[in-house]
């Protein structure tokens, strides 16, 4: 069988495509030059397949699609209380490129705006790095969130440099207050290598799947960040990725995403989906027209909305058998807390008597620690009672020591 999700991504590629709505972004010289009526879309899922369609070959600069993963490489060179000091995780409220810095500390509001990006960039690798040995850290740790060695388009990099100057206003900014020791100079060369980095659809949805999936990239194995580093970048994500239009961006398509000015967009959903859009025309946030429209589609055709009610944790149960001399509890899929809950809630309607009990985890895929605390609990409560409990674990949850 051939899997039928690439026709249905070219179906929401066609329906999408319509008008000439937006404008690409001119400021950097290199983007002007881009074709306008370029589309692609791929989605990688957290079990490897990466489905693409339209422009899949298309290269084009990450721009600001950088900023959440760069974000991620200082939590984990740096740590999370050394980044939160020099950059917030609050909404600005403002463009992309607004001088938006905490009154009093000078501390940029948020790591996906321009200024709070600069700073990330500062504090990836050691503190100690030059310019270039930063730029070469931060290229191979996108390239490990994208899974193959990226490049920076030198062209649009230069181009972008010459005209970098509300940039070099933002690090001196930041630089005068303190919050970077950097030379701003330097900085800004830096981070305007980091935006020129080269990619395509495909390299987005990889990226953003390994967001998606505890920072372990799903094609190479690869864990590049843990996984506190992946919920900080999400969540950061949701409530800023989208510049001033992350409120109506959330409410309506409910997916951490962020966009960048050639046009990209990523959205991750945590624990089901990585997306990559590329379609250069941007609204007046400097966000990309097409690409919000097909990740609208994506979230409604999918039920992607991060807010929308999860699956009832009735299902945990594959059955349940009191009636006789001994007692069958099998379970199936996650253990988190609303299934171990419901779990719980079966145990406790079971009598107190002499009769073996058998909890058979043999078709369970994972369990969380507060999961794992629950379940532990629930059957030195059945003992108590009386039950002599016999754990059936697979074994990769029987070296949880159940
Ligand atoms: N390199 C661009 C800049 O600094 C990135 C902005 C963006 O993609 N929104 O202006």
Same mark, same amino acid.
């Given at each position: 069988?051939?899997?039928?999700?690439?026709?249905?991504?070219?179906?929401?590629?066609?329906?999408?495509?319509? #008008?000439?709505?937006?404008?690409?972004?001119?400021?950097?010289?290199?983007?002007?030059?881009?074709?306008?009526?370029?589309?692609?879309?791929?989605?990688?899922?957290?079990?490897?397949?990466?489905?693409?369609?339209?422009?899949?070959?298309?290269?084009?600069?990450?721009?600001?699609?950088?900023?959440?993963?760069?974000?991620?490489?200082?939590?984990?060179?740096?740590?999370?209380?050394?980044?939160?000091?020099?950059? #917030?995780?609050?909404?600005?409220?403002?463009?992309?490129?607004?001088?938006?810095?905490?009154?009093?500390?000078?501390?940029?509001?948020?790591?996906?705006?321009?200024?709070?990006?600069?700073?990330?960039?500062?504090?990836?690798?050691?503190?100690?790095?030059?310019?270039?040995?930063?730029?070469?850290?931060?290229?191979?740790?996108?390239?490990?969130?994208?899974?193959?060695?990226?490049?920076?388009?030198?062209?649009?990099?230069?181009?972008?440099?010459?005209?970098?100057?509300?940039?070099?206003?933002?690090?001196?900014?930041?630089?005068?207050?303190?919050?970077?020791?950097?030379?701003?100079?330097?900085?800004?060369?830096?981070?305007?290598?980091?935006?020129?980095?080269?990619?395509?659809?495909?390299?987005?949805?990889?990226?953003?799947?390994?967001?998606?999936?505890?920072?372990?990239?799903?094609?190479?194995?690869?864990?590049?960040?843990?996984?506190?580093?992946?919920?900080?970048?999400?969540?950061?994500?949701?409530?800023?990725?989208m510049y001033?239009a992350?409120?109506?961006?959330?409410?309506?398509?409910?997916?951490?995403?962020?966009s960048?000015?050639?046009?990209?967009i990523?959205?991750?959903?945590?624990?089901?989906?990585?997306?990559?859009?590329?379609?250069?025309?941007l609204d007046?946030f400097g966000n990309s027209v097409?690409g919000v429209?097909?990740?609208?589609?994506?979230?409604?055709?999918? #039920?992607?909305?991060?807010?929308?009610?999860?699956?009832?944790?009735?299902?945990?149960?594959?059955?349940?058998?009191?009636?006789?001399?001994?007692?069958?509890?099998?379970?199936?899929?996650?253990? @988190?807390?609303?299934?171990?809950? @419901?779990?719980?809630?079966?145990?406790?309607?079971?009598?107190?008597?002499?009769?073996?009990?058998?909890?058979?985890?043999?078709?369970?895929?994972?369990?969380?620690?507060?999961?794992?605390?629950?379940?532990?609990?629930?059957?030195?409560?059945? #003992?108590?009672?009386?039950?002599?409990?016999?754990?059936?674990?697979?074994?990769?949850?029987?070296?949880?020591?159940?």
């Amino acid at each position: 069988m051939r899997t039928p999700v690439p026709e249905y991504l070219q179906g929401v590629l066609d329906e999408c495509y319509g #008008g000439d709505v937006g404008q690409v972004a001119d400021y950097i010289p290199e983007l002007a030059a881009a074709d306008p009526d370029r589309l692609a879309v791929a989605l990688a899922t957290l079990d490897g397949p990466v489905h693409a369609a339209g422009d899949v070959a298309l290269r084009f600069t990450i721009q600001s699609v950088s900023k959440p993963f760069v974000y991620a490489l200082a939590l984990r060179d740096r740590g999370l209380e050394a980044v939160v000091e020099r950059v #917030g995780v609050e909404p600005s409220g403002d463009a992309f490129n607004e001088v938006s810095l905490e009154p009093g500390t000078g501390r940029p509001r948020n790591p996906m705006i321009n200024v709070g990006a600069i700073v990330t960039h500062s504090l990836v690798g050691d503190p100690g790095l030059g310019e270039d040995e930063r730029v070469a850290a931060v290229v191979d740790g996108l390239s490990a969130f994208a899974g193959r060695p990226l490049e920076v388009d030198e062209a649009v990099y230069v181009s972008e440099l010459d005209t970098a100057h509300r940039n070099l206003a933002l690090a001196h900014m930041v630089r005068s207050h303190g919050v970077v020791q950097a030379d701003p100079v330097e900085l800004v060369r830096g981070y305007t290598r980091q935006c020129a980095v080269l990619v395509d659809v495909r390299d987005l949805a990889v990226m953003a799947a390994t967001l998606a999936n505890g920072g372990v990239n799903p094609v190479t194995g690869v864990s590049v960040v843990p996984a506190w580093v992946a919920r900080q970048v999400l969540s950061v994500m949701a409530t800023c990725g989208m510049y001033d239009a992350a409120g109506d961006w959330f409410t309506s398509i409910g997916i951490p995403a962020k966009s960048g000015v050639s046009g990209a967009i990523i959205g991750a959903l945590p624990g089901e989906v990585g997306i990559g859009v590329l379609s250069p025309r941007l609204d007046h946030f400097g966000n990309s027209v097409r690409g919000v429209r097909i990740c609208e589609r994506l979230s409604r055709d999918m #039920g992607l909305h991060l807010m929308a009610s999860p699956a009832s944790g009735a299902n945990v149960i594959r059955y349940f058998d009191a009636d006789g001399d001994s007692i069958e509890l099998a379970l199936q899929g996650g253990l @988190h807390y609303a299934t171990a809950e @419901h779990v719980l809630n079966v145990m406790s309607r079971v009598e107190p008597d002499d009769r073996p009990l058998t909890l058979d985890l043999s078709r369970v895929t994972v369990v969380n620690d507060v999961a794992d605390r629950m379940l532990r609990e629930g059957i030195r409560r059945l #003992g108590l009672d009386g039950h002599d409990v016999t754990l059936v674990a697979p074994e990769h949850l029987a070296r949880r020591q159940l």
